[in-house]
């Protein structure tokens, strides 16, 4: 749903970073040592497949490259190949495990059994202690940088999941709702072309904005997120857990469906029935969400990241008793993009509800990219064309930077604070934690934050939650000191779980600490 990119990516992830890269360097440091480099070389990445399987044993020889038109020299040239199971670099006296950066994705709405054992075949068959990880669920973001935090990371990370699911369901009953007080409407009106007009007018009003809310990508974010990956130093994996999105839709086999398809047939030569089609048409053709999301420039920004998406489809098992709709899946704007990301870096796209199986699969799945350089005229256009090809091309596709420069246009954006928290201390049954970091606005000649707050206990071994309660802050300071006595819980372990929302910049941060009562 809409939340995963829109309130979480340009969140914790900012936060993170930066302490994942190997460099002695700052990132805007970087930036510039990197800008001046290009000048002297420019490094092209370029993938190709052939069939959907990425084509190895290219050689220098294979490529022209030209820029704004004109065919350049090819200076340097190599070859990377790489997965995520025999990543392990052998030494004349050890084995040594590289560090990688996993990022996985949840974009689920419906929760079981099936993601939770995926999560757990992840974190056992894949992870390794010197891993790190973010892990972006619809509505929060949280990272784990260790094993002791892994173990203590699962547990929250599925009820978050979970909790999740139980408002995604909420809003689905709330649209049945709404969609059976108009078919009670449609079937009390006389005039059967009327009642089809404005019953098709009012379902299309509501899948648009429900799929406005959550299934049209904030395409900003998608930006963001790929700038934060192109800063970190370290071989970088995203995985996305993508169930199919579901919306209650009326069937060619529904009462519905039926009386519309009978008055069209019986009255093909009134002047209303090309409209009554053409609307069912359109709401219908509508389901395939992905209409003018730009494609091409996220495939390039992921792929200046040199990350490697993997995508895992898996239907939701959501039933409806309804005679006049079923849970019918969409095409979402969310999975559109990450297919097309995927398959312009190197990454796997499987439609399964075998997470453990389709884990193991995309960790065989190799990547292979080239990496080409040539040396720029003396005019630095930053806005330069890029256009590669291989001779004799045999019907392959080929991916890389058609523009080596990112979007610049959200590069203010970057500078927007980050909440976060301080001096954290639990004693005596009584929580003391600073939140600081947040956005604050000029109103009526004072500097206000809003921020919301919800803090949770979860007893440990359990997912049931023992204390949950939020409220939404004015922040007049640059930091508010949070002060909570836990005077009912029995004596046992258990999780806090810190849920921050800054409402100016919709972002959020997730805090999560083992307490001893």
């Known amino acids: 749903m809409k939340k995963i990119v829109t309130g979480i990516i340009c969140c914790a992830l900012m936060v993170s970073v930066w302490g994942y890269e190997n460099s002695n360097y700052s990132p805007q440091e970087q930036e510039r040592i990197l800008e001046k480099v290009e000048v002297v070389n420019v490094l092209v990445p370029v993938r190709v497949f052939q069939k959907g399987n990425p084509v190895e044993g290219l050689q220098k020889k294979d490529f ?32 040594k495990e590289k560090s990688r950066f996993f990022v996985l994705i ?24 010197t891993d790190r990880v973010v892990i972006i669920t619809p509505d929060r973001t949280f990272n784990i940088d260790n094993s002791r935090e892994m173990i203590r990371c699962l547990p929250v990370l599925k009820k978050i999941l979970s909790l999740y699911s139980m408002k995604a369901k909420s809003e689905l009953n709330r649209v049945f709702t709404r969609l059976d007080e108009e078919v009670n409407q449609f079937f009390q009106n006389y005039f059967v072309d009327q009642a089809t007009k404005v019953f098709l007018s009012n379902y299309k009003r509501i899948w648009d904005d429900y799929a406005k809310k959550y299934l049209i990508p904030d395409v900003k974010k998608f930006y963001w997120f790929a700038d934060v990956l192109k800063n970190i130093q370290m071989e970088k994996w995203v995985i996305v857990f993508q169930q199919r999105e579901v919306f209650p839709q009326f069937g060619s086999f529904s009462r519905i469906e039926q009386k519309i398809r009978d008055w069209i047939t019986g009255h093909f030569d009134k002047p209303t029935t090309p409209l009554l089609e053409q609307m069912l048409q359109k709401l219908k053709y509508s ?10 420039e996220i495939q390039e920004a992921f792929f200046k990241a040199n990350a490697t998406f993997h995508v895992l489809l898996f239907r939701s098992r959501r039933t409806t008793t309804s005679q006049d709709f079923d849970y019918s899946e969409t095409v979402s704007d969310y999975e559109n993009s990450f297919r097309a990301i995927s398959r312009a870096t190197g990454g796997d796209v499987i439609l399964t509800n075998k997470l453990q199986e389709s884990l193991e699969k995309v960790s065989e799945r190799k990547d292979v990219y080239y990496i080409l350089s040539y040396a ?16 004799g091309n045999g019907g392959y596709n ?4 058609k523009k080596l420069k990112l979007n610049p246009q959200f590069e203010e954006e970057k500078k927007t604070s980050q909440i976060d928290t301080t001096g954290f201390s639990f004693k005596n049954r009584r929580l003391k934690v600073s939140l600081v970091n947040y956005l604050r606005k000029e109103v009526e000649g004072k500097k206000l934050g809003l921020i919301e ?16 309660k939020s409220n939404v802050l004015q922040a007049t300071r640059a930091k508010i000191k949070l002060e909570i006595p836990f005077l009912s819980l029995d004596k046992g372990k258990y999780y806090l779980i810190i849920d921050l929302t800054d409402k100016l910049t919709n972002k959020s941060k997730i805090f999560t600490q083992p307490i001893t009562i």
């Open 376 to 391: 720029p005229g003396e005019k630095h256009n930053k806005d330069r064309k890029i256009k590669v090809k291989v001779i």
């Open 287 to 296: 389901f395939k969400v992905s209409q003018s999301f730009p494609l091409q």
């Open 453 to 468: 707050v919800r803090v949770m206990v979860m007893r440990e071994g359990s997912e049931e939650l023992v204390y949950d």
């Open 398 to 401: 080929i991916f890389y930077i």
């Open 106 to 129: 949840f974009n689920i709405f419906d929760f079981n059994q099936d993601v939770a054992n995926g999560i757990d075949t992840f974190f056992n068959t894949i992870y390794r202690e």
């Open 64 to 95: 022209q490259l030209y820029e704004d038109g004109k065919l350049q020299q090819i200076n340097t040239f190599q070859v990377i190949s790489r997965q995520i199971k025999s990543d392990i670099e052998t030494t004349p006296l050890k084995k």
